[in-house]
T-cell receptor, first 111, second 110 residues
Framework: DAGVIQSPRHEVTEMGQEVTLRCKPI?????LFWYRQTMMRGLELLIY????????DSGMPEDRFSAKMPNASFSTLKIQPSEPRDSAVYFC?????????FGEGSWLTVV | RKEVEQDPGPFNVPEGATVAFNCTYS??????FFWYRQDCRKEPKLLMS???SGNEDGRFTAQLNRASQYISLLIRDSKLSDSATYLC???????????FGGGTRLMVKP
């Protein structure tokens, strides 16, 4: 079974550039989550969708961050413009019952 | 106070030792509890759920103490391969919002 698929796996970009992270959840899972992980703050929930609808985006740091889920098999997290403090691992996850399954993460470095 | 709190460690233990981690949570109405494991530079993966009566999976035992609002994870006969970060996860609002603790790092040494 394919797990949660994220791309890109690694990205290095310059401050001010737009970053788009992509996620394909596990087929049949109707909840999708975007998390950010840093050494200082641990795992933080940014936003989650239920049946493609954003339910809670209170974790999105600021207006530079946006997320969409146009259909059940695809979601994007966009940062525009990016800043060095956005450097982190961004995990997408989907949920079946009580278990969350994570993708391998997108490692973002903003220089 | 953090909603889900863990001692970050690291816990350095020799192979074969027994080690235990605790995790406290803020909302007494929380219903679901889990332990996830995260290896270095990898994604978190479910280790085990935590049931009210406590549960065991091989060398791992999870317990819930609702009165004191904490969950625990006990690892017996620790192996080198147990070295990882263990994340406590709580469904604080009985909904879809699983909140992760900061993790406890375990290092098992020969």
């Amino acid at each position: 079974d394919a797990g949660v698929i994220q791309s890109p796996r690694h990205e290095v970009t310059e401050m001010g550039q737009e970053v788009t992270l992509r996620c394909k959840p596990i087929s049949g899972h109707n909840s999708l989550f975007w998390y950010r992980q840093t050494m200082m703050r641990g795992l933080e929930l940014l936003i989650y969708f239920n049946n493609n609808v954003p339910i809670d985006d209170s974790g999105m740091p600021e207006d530079r961050f946006s997320a969409k889920m146009p259909n059940a098999s695809f979601s994007t997290l966009k940062i525009q413009p990016s800043e060095p403090r956005d450097s982190a691992v961004y995990f997408c996850a989907s949920r079946a019952g009580n278990t969350i399954y994570f993708g391998e993460g997108s490692w973002l470095t903003v220089v | 106070r953090k909603e889900v709190e863990q001692d970050p460690g690291p816990f350095n233990v020799p192979e074969g030792a027994t080690v235990a981690f605790n995790c406290t949570y803020s909302n007494s109405a929380s219903q679901s509890f889990f332990w996830y494991r995260q290896d270095c530079r990898k994604e978190p993966k479910l280790l085990m759920s935590v049931y009210s009566s406590g549960n065991e999976d091989g060398r791992f035992t999870a317990q819930l103490n609702r009165a004191s609002q904490y969950i625990s994870l006990l690892i017996r006969d620790s192996k080198l391969s147990d070295s990882a970060t263990y994340l406590c996860v709580v469904d604080l609002n009985a909904g879809n919002m699983l909140t992760f603790g900061g993790g406890t790092r375990l290092m098992v040494k020969p």
